[in-house]
């Protein structure tokens, strides 16, 4: 990464702290975990305050950065959540009402590929690398499947 370049800013959800850190710390230096939330319904309710640039009045995880003042390229779903999980916080951020191209995508586990059991140290550095490809290619411009209009596979 160039040194220069700002970090571009995520937020990533999932079931256990013990793998959300060393997620978020895999992820740097070139992007920033912002906030981790614990669950999927954590998720839908602070991604909004977020997407406004200002601190949920309540979080349900002290893990990230808590720097608000840029909005998120995307919001990483872990595995424990499934398509409805994945849906709820997909519509929480459409009804934020943000400009077309400006809400983050959202990147959901696809569960098809063999993976670590959690909490393993190796199931978290096999999520940073899914997650860097996904995010690194999405930033070259490259279009990935997904199940649904602003959700793509990882």
Do not use: H
Request: glycine letters at 10%.
């Amino acid at each position: 990464m160039n040194m220069s370049k700002k970090p571009i800013p995520v937020v990533v959800c999932g079931k256990a702290e013990i793998v959300g850190k060393p997620v978020a710390e895999g992820l740097k230096p070139d992007y920033e975990v912002v906030l981790f939330c614990l669950g999927a319904q954590a998720t839908a309710n602070e991604v909004p305050y977020i997407l406004e640039g200002v601190a949920p009045p309540s979080q349900s995880s002290q893990v990230g950065t808590g720097n608000f003042g840029a909005r998120p390229a995307a919001v990483v779903m872990g595995a424990a959540w499934d398509a409805a999980d994945v849906s709820r916080v997909a519509a929480a951020i459409r009804g934020v009402g943000l400009p077309a191209g400006a809400a983050p995508v959202v990147l959901q586990n696809d569960t098809s590929v063999p993976a670590p059991q959690p909490p393993a140290p190796a199931y978290a550095e096999q999520l940073v690398r899914r997650i860097r490809v996904a995010l690194d290619r999405l930033g070259r411009g490259d279009v990935l499947d997904g199940p649904e209009d602003g959700v793509v596979w990882y």
